[in-house]
């Protein structure tokens, strides 16, 4: 059997198959975790920009700055200093030394930093007021922690905000204590609140992309278009995956594979289906629809709010970040166009043709429909 006959068989309906791996995508999205939305530590694209306005007296060698997006912050010690981070009663809650890095296994601040808004409860164990018990949980000098100093815990924006959203506003100012062998010292912050973009180019960009997926469904020859367009969105969606990853303070690696399980599996069935498309199978239209409904969900309208808002947790340019997003979004919506009028437009061409040979072959290897002759009983 050749590709042509092969296609034409596919024209038929799709695949049970690939109803099967629709429904298993659309599984895996309402099941994603957060980790496989592009969020880091719990923190995606927000309005609120926590900054760093200096080290009281400063230290040579010892730096502490906001990484994430504020979601979390680095203390880097360099040459032979002692620094003991205090936690939110003035316990030892960290400490850096030339031998490591370690951490009082007794402060409340060890248990509170595991979750975002502070909601894990304490063990029976801890205590601020006893003599630290120390771990070890480093041998660099340097270690990266989540502090509630730094970052809004509320679940609702700051009331100023709520009163005069498209208004810059400080929120608060932030202090982390420190003591550099044996001598206090005090890292300070602002926590400040900057409005956003409007989306409305962005919008409007995503819609016409869509519109030009959707019309490369009409072309003579729609299979290597599409091809092509599928391409460009998992290429699209690799790239912003990996400025999310490399906006991690550590374990990059490790969070560009954790955070995009569903992802991998779309951009494998969207490459299967490219090449599948520039063969001329028609298979290759259904895979290419479910790649690109998974990707522009997971990895488009997950991260709708870059668009609109004023930071986000990605490395490099936010142009790029707002441009690869409505990319991932418009030529996703538009596949899942493009197959439902190549579909119709096939379906037209085996109603015009029946009798006349059988059906005829899919979008990248087919023909314009012939024009109908009138029956000989209708001549004139």
Same mark, same amino acid.
């Not at 204590?177 to 602002?190: E, H, I, K, M, W």
């Given at each position: ?8 068989? !596919?024209?038929?309906? *799709?695949?049970?198959? /690939?109803?099967? %791996? ?8 309402? &099941? ?11 923190? &995606? +694209? ?20 906001? #990484? ?20 939110? +009663? ?18 409340? =601040? ?21 003599? *630290? ?24 924006? @700051? ?31 602002? %926590?400040?609140?900057? @409005?956003?973009?409007?989306?409305? @180019?962005?919008?409007? !960009? ?19 278009? %599409? ?19 490399? +906006?991690? $303070?550590?374990?990059? /690696? ?11 599996? $779309? ?13 001329? +199978? ?5 895979? $290419? $629809? ?5 990707? =522009?969900? #997971? ?6 709010? %870059? ?8 490395? &490099? ?41 059988? @059906?005829?072959?899919? *979008? ?15 001549? &004139?």
């Amino acid at each position: 059997m050749n590709v042509t006959d092969q296609s034409a068989r !596919l024209w038929h309906g *799709p695949p049970r198959a /690939l109803l099967v %791996l629709g429904a298993l995508a659309c599984w895996l999205i309402i &099941g994603a975790s957060p980790a496989s939305a592009h969020s880091v530590s719990g923190g &995606g +694209s927000t309005n609120l920009h926590t900054t760093l306005t200096g080290m009281n007296p400063a230290v040579d060698g010892v730096t502490l700055a906001p #990484v994430e997006n504020g979601s979390r912050v680095r203390l880097t010690v360099g040459g032979n200093h002692t620094v003991i981070v205090r936690g939110y +009663s003035g316990e030892s809650y960290l400490r850096i030394d030339p031998t490591g890095v370690w951490r009082n296994a007794l402060s409340s =601040a060890t248990y509170l930093n595991a979750s975002r808004y502070g909601s894990s409860s304490l063990p029976a164990g801890s205590d601020d007021t006893a003599p *630290p018990r120390w771990e070890k949980i480093g041998d660099s000098g340097a270690t990266v922690w989540h502090d509630h100093r730094t970052h809004w815990m509320g679940t609702q924006d @700051p009331p100023v905000v709520l009163a005069a959203p498209n208004r810059f506003h400080e929120i608060y100012t932030w202090m982390i204590p420190l003591t550099v062998d044996g001598r206090a010292v005090s890292v300070t912050g602002a %926590l400040d609140w900057v @409005p956003g973009p409007s989306p409305a @180019p962005w919008v409007v !960009l995503a819609i016409a992309l869509a519109a030009g997926v959707v019309a490369l469904g009409l072309l003579r020859r729609a299979g290597r278009a %599409l091809a092509a367009a599928v391409t460009t969105i998992v290429a699209a969606d690799v790239t912003h995956s990996v400025l999310i990853a490399f +906006s991690r $303070a550590d374990s990059r /690696l490790s969070g560009f594979l954790l955070g995009n399980t569903v992802e991998m599996v $779309a951009w494998t069935l969207g490459l299967v289906a490219a090449v599948l498309l520039v063969r001329g +199978s028609t298979t290759g239209v259904y895979l $290419a $629809a479910t790649a690109g409904f998974v990707i =522009a969900m #997971v990895g488009g309208f997950a991260d709708i709010g %870059l668009l609109y808002r004023s930071g986000a947790p990605v490395a &490099g340019s936010l142009v790029l970040a707002r441009t690869l997003t409505t990319v991932t979004i418009g030529i996703g919506v538009g596949l899942l166009g493009a197959v439902t009028v190549v579909t119709r437009r096939h379906g037209w061409r085996e109603r015009t043709t029946s009798g006349e040979g059988g @059906p005829q072959p899919g *979008p990248d290897v087919g023909t314009e429909p012939p024009t109908m002759r009138p029956r000989p009983d209708m001549a &004139g």
